[in-house]
């Protein structure tokens, strides 16, 4: 574990730089939240503790997203949360549906073996498109269009510690792409074939592949998926990333592929491979100083500094980071 402290080299809240400009300058940013109606109550409670940990004193905007018409009580429950301005907005249809060359048949007899399989969400329809939708689209939709960066919060997460910085500011200034907190090891059976079409998408585009990339942290050998990958569920990074030819390429070749249908291929590993292949690993930033919860995992900073000063609630002897590909991160 001490391993930990050697790492902790450019950490935003001790750039007193960072901390005084965060005050003045605005980054072009937004907060980017897709849920659906039936989750207003948990979405209130991440929401609390976003804006009283961090966002108050920012006022970034929120752009909430849905597949349906969000109704009049999502809308007023939500904007009464914020001083920030609020925008609501339904996902193009051709965003969240399946393209033509999808066969239906063939995908709904996968969900019904996912399901006799135990694969989480295996038989789920909407969590497919869901997944598809933060693969591939988000990034495009057009209340996004105006933005470069994001941050993304989900209902029921939960932020322990103040955070006294703007974060955007920090990626902007460094020119980060993506920042993370929690890594996981991803569940085999949901893309038996997602790192074979990665391959074959490597081979026909060689020229995309970074220099500098982050490949040895996504592989053994060099060789097979070691099935690490950063939790999507936050996010805070650079929207133009995605907008990128390779990764639209690298998108549109695993949609043509049919994985997020006929298997469950989720947002988190393909993000995770995406950055891994295209992007130079100094790109990506693990935000160590941001305590974050998505149940059943979380993320506290172990420095006694964090806890000795009254900044966070949550127990440093529950972080994941042990268990996690974080240490094979910074061993990077
Ligand atoms: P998990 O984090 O993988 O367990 O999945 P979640 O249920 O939290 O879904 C991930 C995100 O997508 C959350 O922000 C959900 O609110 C959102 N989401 C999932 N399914 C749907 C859906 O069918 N419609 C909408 N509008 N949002 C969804
Ligand atoms: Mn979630």
Sequence with gaps: RDKFF?????????????????RTIRVNACIVVLARNEELYQLKSSMRQFEDRWNKKYNYPYVFLNDVEFTDKFKEQTSSF??????????????????SWINQTKAAEHRKKAVEDQIIYGGSESYRHMCRF?????????????YDYYWRLEPSVDFMCDIDYDPFLFMKKNDLYYGFTITLYEFENTIPTLWNTTKNFMKEYPHYINDDNALKWITKDDEHYNLCHFWSNFEIANLNFWRSEPYIKYFEYLDKEGGFFYERWGDAPVHSIGLALF??????????????????????????????????????????????????????
Excluded at 89 to 99: G, L, Q, T
Excluded at 296 to 321: A, V
Aim: with cysteine; hydrophobic share 25%.
């Design 134 to 146: 933060n693969s591939g689209f988000f990034f495009r939709h057009p209340a996004l269009l105006e």
């Design 6 to 22: 050697k790492y902790e080299y450019n950490n935003p809240y001790k750039d007193p730089e960072l901390l005084k400009n965060s």
């Design 279 to 332: 992007t130079n690993k100094s790109k990506i930033h693990f935000f160590n100083d941001i305590a974050y919860s998505h149940p059943p995992y979380q993320h506290c900073p172990i420095n006694k500094d964090f806890h000795e000063s009254g900044r966070c609630h949550c127990d440093p002897g529950k972080t994941f980071d042990w268990y996690s590909c974080t240490e094979k991160w910074w061993a990077l």
């Design 82 to 99: 914020t001083q920030s301005e609020t925008k609501y907005a339904v996902i193009p249809k051709e965003m969240w549906s399946y393209p």
